[in-house]
């Protein structure tokens, strides 16, 4: 495939091989924010971070990946996109040798922070779908990519303990750098040259992010609805393994992990999404979506059961709330990246920010609501988020009508 400066340039659809190639490399990258996640127990232990302190750990990668979605995605409109996936793979797989070597609290919180930072190449990745595709078939394109992405989202964490459980946790840090390295080799050989524009420098490119913001509606709903879903996935993910391994259950930390590849299920949303996407069923399929979510926190309250009955019902919810989650992000990036190609790195650093920020609040408040309302009000605090969004939705409708 030739460098690209404009979708308008195409003649032949993205091939199917480098469609796949993108979504490899996406789960492959962006599964390094969430190796720790499981594992903030015995690396807070081997490193001497207190228990206390020990939740820097995750959030420093987040703060990394958010400042990199902010600062580094958006130059994807401005610098050849191959160069700078490349760079931020090198950084990547350094700061993860930095993490599997750790054995001080600071070299593993300064690990961390890299690896966040650097792991925003997945986002400069994700609109190559968009560029080097049709129209009429771009949101298929996002959509298989997408499923890359999210399932190394959904995989990082079992895989994670499972390595850990077998050979320590430093092990999976090592893994993934020599995985990371591979795929430096082979994006170099097989990635094709995507050279934006020329225009604006740098600085402009940043203040030019919050006029996007204040002029592109799509965005602002894409992202919002998106956040509140994203907040319910990791107010999830992050509560029901404490409600697993509870006496209610007592499951182990190999079963935990058993359960979470179950949930991998709901990724077949993300194609499905982009297929329907492209015959022009966004706006019905985005309020299935957030329906399918709002729905899912609701059914232990519905449905009763001895335990083995309640975790086939919470298995249900995963797979339910994983496909509404997967469906509504390829609907929403289809929506975004359709709004041109000059301005695609910035709305997707913006976008993916966003929903981020939702996962962070959903994260933080998982731990505390279980604790404070068990299992009952995590389900109602996760019904809360996507219901928020469906009724924004139907402001939408509204104002179409």
């Known amino acids: 495939m030739q460098a690209a400066t404009a979708d308008s340039t195409l003649q032949q659809d993205i091939p199917r091989w480098m469609v796949m190639l993108l979504a490899a490399a996406c789960g492959i990258i962006v599964a390094n924010l969430y190796y720790a996640q499981p594992l903030i127990g015995p690396i807070s232990r081997a490193t001497g971070i207190s228990l206390g302190a020990a939740g820097l750990i995750v959030t420093l990668t987040q703060i990394g990946y958010g400042l990199g979605l902010l600062f580094i995605v958006p130059m994807g409109d401005l610098f050849e996109n191959r160069r700078l996936v490349l760079t931020g793979l090198?950084?990547?797989?350094?700061?993860?040798?930095?993490?599997?070597?750790?054995?001080?609290?600071?070299?593993?919180?300064?690990?961390?922070?890299?690896?966040?930072?650097?792991?925003?190449?997945?986002?400069?990745?994700?609109?190559?779908?968009?560029?080097?595709?049709?129209?009429?078939?771009?949101?298929?394109?996002?959509?298989?990519?997408?499923?890359?992405?999210?399932?190394?989202?959904?995989?990082?964490?079992?895989?994670?303990?499972?390595?850990?459980?077998?050979?320590?946790?430093?092990?999976?840090?090592?893994?993934?750098?020599?995985?990371?390295?591979?795929?430096?080799?082979?994006?170099?050989?097989?990635?094709?040259?995507?050279?934006?524009?020329?225009?604006?420098?740098?600085?402009?490119?940043?203040?030019?992010?919050?006029?996007?913001?204040?002029?592109?509606?799509?965005?602002?709903?894409?992202?919002?609805?998106?956040?509140?879903?994203?907040?319910?996935?990791?107010?999830?993910?992050?509560?029901?393994?404490?409600?697993?391994?509870?006496?209610?259950?007592?499951?182990?930390?190999?079963?935990?992990?058993?359960?979470?590849?179950?949930?991998?299920?709901?990724?077949?949303?993300?194609?499905?999404?982009?297929?329907?996407?492209?015959?022009?069923?966004?706006?019905?399929?985005?309020?299935?979506?957030?329906?399918?979510?709002s729905l899912s926190f609701l059914l232990p309250h519905l449905l009763h059961g001895g335990r083995e009955f309640s975790l086939a019902v919470l298995l249900l919810v995963a797979i339910l709330l994983d496909f509404a989650v997967a469906a509504n992000l390829v609907l929403s990036q289809r929506a975004i990246y359709a709004l041109g190609g000059e301005i695609r790195s910035r709305l997707n650093g913006l976008f993916m920010a966003t929903f981020f920020a939702g996962g962070a609040l959903g994260s933080a408040l998982g731990g505390w609501i279980y604790a404070q309302a068990g299992w009952s009000g995590v389900t109602w605090l996760g019904f809360a988020f996507p219901f928020a969004a469906l009724l924004f939705y139907l402001t939408e409708l509204r104002a179409s009508k």
């Open 90 to 293: 090198v950084v990547t797989c350094i700061a993860l040798v930095g993490a599997a070597l750790a054995e001080s609290a600071t070299q593993l919180l300064v690990s961390v922070l890299l690896i966040g930072v650097s792991s925003v190449g997945a986002q400069v990745l994700v609109p190559y779908a968009a560029h080097f595709s049709r129209p009429e078939t771009r949101g298929r394109a996002v959509g298989n990519v997408m499923s890359g992405l999210l399932l190394g989202i959904l995989l990082a964490r079992p895989l994670a303990s499972l390595v850990a459980d077998l050979f320590g946790w430093h092990a999976i840090f090592g893994l993934s750098a020599v995985v990371v390295a591979a795929l430096s080799a082979v994006l170099s050989r097989y990635l094709p040259a995507r050279r934006p524009p020329a225009g604006m420098h740098y600085l402009a490119l940043l203040a030019s992010m919050w006029t996007l913001v204040k002029t592109t509606p799509v965005l602002r709903r894409r992202a919002a609805y998106h956040a509140m879903l994203f907040a319910s996935f990791s107010l999830f993910w992050t509560a029901s393994p404490l409600w697993l391994a509870s006496p209610e259950f007592g499951i182990s930390q190999k079963g935990i992990a058993l359960f979470a590849f179950a949930g991998v299920i709901g990724v077949i949303a993300a194609p499905v999404a982009g297929r329907m996407a492209d015959r022009g069923w966004s706006r019905p399929a985005t309020g299935a979506a957030l329906l399918c979510a």
